[in-house]
C-alpha cells in the first residue's frame, strides 16, 4: 500500500464549488505539506503543517484553506473554486528527527483537478 | 522571492548516452533534493544531498552538493528508455528556516531507443 495516499486522484468542478481534497499517510511524519504544480512552474507550496495545531500558509495560499485532523490527515479546500486554480495538486510529508533524513518530502500520486 | 533555475528545460537524447543537468540558486541552500516525476505521479525521491561538495550516486545517478552551495548537478550514465520523465531539483533555503523547500521548473527528459 502506498505510504502517502489523495483522493481524488482527478475531479472536475464548477466555478464558485467547494472542493476539497484529502491526503492520508502512513509513515507517521509530523510535517505535511501541499503543493500546486502547472505546467513549466514547477510545484509551489500552498500550505504546511508541523503538527496537528500547526498551520502555517506558504507561497500562493489566498484562494485555498487546510485542516489538519489528525497526525496523519491533511486536508485542502477551495471555497468557491474558479478556473485559474486547475491544476494537479501535491500533498507531501516529511519527518521530524532522524539525522540525515528529516529533510526528505515523500509525495502522493497527485489530485487532477479541473474548474470550469 | 527565491529563483531556482533548472536546465535544460527539455532534452532528447540516444538510448546509451549519459545525460546531465543542473540547478542554480540565486541564493545558499543547506540541502538538494532531486526527483523524478513520472507521468500521472507524484515526485520520486531519487538522491538528497546535505553537504558542500558532497558527491553522491544512486545507481546510474549521480548527484553532487556544489561547493559555494548554490548550485547542484545531476548525471545519468547510459540512459535506458524508462529514464523517461521529468526531474526536478529542490532546495531547502537556509535563511528563510528549516520548513521551506524551493523547486525547479524541470528537466523533461526523452530518450530515443
Known sequence: ?116 | GQQLNQSPQSMFIQEGEDVSMNCTSSSIFNTWLWYKQDPGEGPVLLIALYKAGELTSNGRLTAQFGITRKDSFLNISASIPSDVGIYFCAGQDLPSGTYKYIFGTGTRLKVLA
Not at chain 1, 2 to 31: F, W, Y
Not at chain 1, 82 to 109: H, K, M, R, V, W
Open chain 1, 1 to 116: 500500500d502506498a505510504d502517502v495516499t489523495q483522493t481524488p486522484r482527478n475531479r472536475i468542478t464548477k466555478t464558485g464549488k467547494r472542493i476539497m481534497l484529502e491526503c492520508s499517510q502512513t509513515k507517521g511524519h509530523d510535517r505535511m505539506y501541499w503543493y500546486r504544480q502547472d505546467p513549466g512552474l514547477g510545484l509551489r507550496l500552498i500550505y504546511y503543517s508541523f503538527d496537528v495545531k500547526d498551520i502555517n500558509k506558504g507561497e500562493i495560499s489566498d484562494g485555498y484553506s487546510v485542516s489538519r485532523q489528525a497526525q496523519a490527515k491533511f486536508s485542502l479546500s477551495l471555497e468557491s473554486a474558479i478556473p485559474n486554480q486547475t491544476a494537479l495538486y501535491f500533498c507531501a510529508t516529511s519527518d521530524l528527527g532522524t539525522s540525515g533524513s528529516y529533510n526528505e518530502q515523500f509525495f502522493g500520486p497527485g489530485t487532477r483537478l479541473t474548474v470550469l
